[in-house]
């Protein structure tokens, strides 16, 4: 098990636009694995490359029911609205409102390089969207209202 430590807002990795993945070769591999194990040592429900530190177009993600995976994800369709409080392992003891589409469609490969196709709506929607900005350097303070300190 590889667990990394993960970047937090200010630093310049964050803010860049990342490269997409050519080819799914033993690094892209390891570098899923170590993001899952990264993820779930956080307890986060989401992650993007960039947020360890490599600055490439791949998130994980586990909403809570199942683990996903996504290599070069693109929202190619989106509908309605949510806004809900989101926080962000990277902004860390932040949480604030962000308004999102309420169901997205997005499209990308899986590690056996197959193409993904997937509808989801709610909060798998919302966790999409976030790790997806995190591919263009976006971070949800960006996009936030109300941003406060999270208090337990
Ligand atoms: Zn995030």
Known sequence: ????????????V????????????????RLL??????????EGIGLAAPQIGVSKRIIVLDPGDNYLEIINPVIVASEGEQNRSEG?????????????????????????????DLEAEGLLALV????????DGILFPDKATHMRNDEF
């Open 14 to 29: 964050l803010r860049q636009k990342c490269a997409e993945v050519k080819k799914v070769n033993a690094g892209v591999l």
């Open 88 to 116: 962000c392992l990277s902004v860390p003891g932040k949480v604030g409102w962000c308004k999102r589409a309420q169901k997205v469609r997005v499209t990308g490969m899986d590690v056996g390089g197959n193409n993904i």
């Open 1 to 12: 098990m590889s667990v990394y430590k993960i970047l937090t807002s200010p630093d310049p």
């Open 128 to 135: 999409l969207q976030h790790e997806i900005d995190h591919l």
């Open 33 to 42: 694995e170590n993001m899952r194990d990264t993820m779930y040592f956080a």
